[in-house]
């Protein structure tokens, strides 16, 4: 991992930033699923009563970018739960930087652990942030700058995949697929297409949490989230296909058509509840 020159690069010139606690790199990268086209994410993490020096940050990147107007926000300028970051591109590769507060990484783990999440509003996040996304962050990611043991400390409270966890998110998301079905259901009666669309994509990610819960995985990012899931080995037999499927008959006006395929979809995941 260390000899991939962009990160190389990046390790060195942040290394030296007051407050920074621990570098990590996530994503597709991180799990190993990278395109060449993919960006990297890289999370810098720091302890709540020692925020990140976002100036001393600027000035390390400031070398580094192709563009000296990109952006390095102030801690919390984008939300909550995305709290900052950078949006960069270093020789000709998109690099992007996201705060994470050590306070709020540890509670959502220890909420996790016992069956507890939040789901969030967050720009950038249509199905929206849930709370375990930093969890799964934690579980995922490799470090690249870790000189207290943060990250490994965290790392062992993220696996095994907490049993209460599984069974929370099955409870919730399950139950919303089909009231998300029924929402657009009436919403077919008057055409209304930006709302059955919104309902056909809140049923998708939502069976999708439903299948990452019972393949014991992280779910970190609703991008793609669809797609992985099919791949699982306790998943929804042609869940790919009927995506698809569903997002043309949409896109063509088959309303009647989408709704079918959703409620087949919604059966098939009730079949595989009722056998877990």
């Not at 919730?172 to 089909?178: A, K």
């Not at 055409?191 to 299948?211: D, M, N, P, S």
């Not at 698809?244 to 979809?265: F, K, S, T, V, Y």
């Amino acid at each position: 991992m260390m000899d991939d020159p962009v990160l190389v690069r990046v390790v060195e010139a942040l290394r030296a930033v007051e407050n920074l606690s621990a570098l990590v790199l996530g994503g597709s990268r991180a799990r190993g699923t990278a395109g060449p086209k993919s960006d990297y994410d890289i999370g810098l993490y720091y302890e709540p009563n020692a925020p990140l020096q976002v100036e001393a940050l600027r000035s390390a990147v400031a070398p580094l970018v192709d563009d000296p107007s990109s952006t390095v926000t102030q801690i919390g300028e984008w939300g909550p739960w995305i709290n900052g970051g950078g949006w960069l591109s270093i020789g000709g590769v998109e690099v992007d930087l996201l705060y994470r507060d050590l306070g709020g990484v540890r509670a959502a783990i220890a909420d996790a652990r016992q069956g507890r999440f939040s789901m969030n509003y967050q720009t950038g996040h249509p199905h929206g942030f849930c709370s375990t996304i930093w969890m799964g962050e934690v579980a995922i990611c490799r470090p690249l700058l870790d000189p207290f043991g943060l990250i490994a400390e965290l790392k062992s409270q993220t696996w095994p995949y907490p049993e209460a966890l599984k069974d929370a998110l099955i409870t919730r998301f399950g139950w919303e697929v089909g009231f998300a079905i029924e929402n657009a259901e009436i919403a077919a009666r008057r055409a209304e297409r930006t709302h059955i669309a919104g309902c056909a994509y809140r049923a998708l990610c939502c069976a999708a949490q439903v299948l990452f819960a019972l393949n014991g995985r992280y779910l970190i990012n609703e991008k793609g989230a669809v797609a992985e899931a099919a791949t699982y080995p306790i998943t929804i037999e042609g869940l790919a296909e009927t995506e698809a499927a569903i997002w043309r008959d949409i896109g063509g006006g088959d309303h009647e058509r989408a709704l079918d395929r959703l409620r087949a979809m919604s059966a098939s995941l009730r079949a595989i509840l009722q056998r877990a």
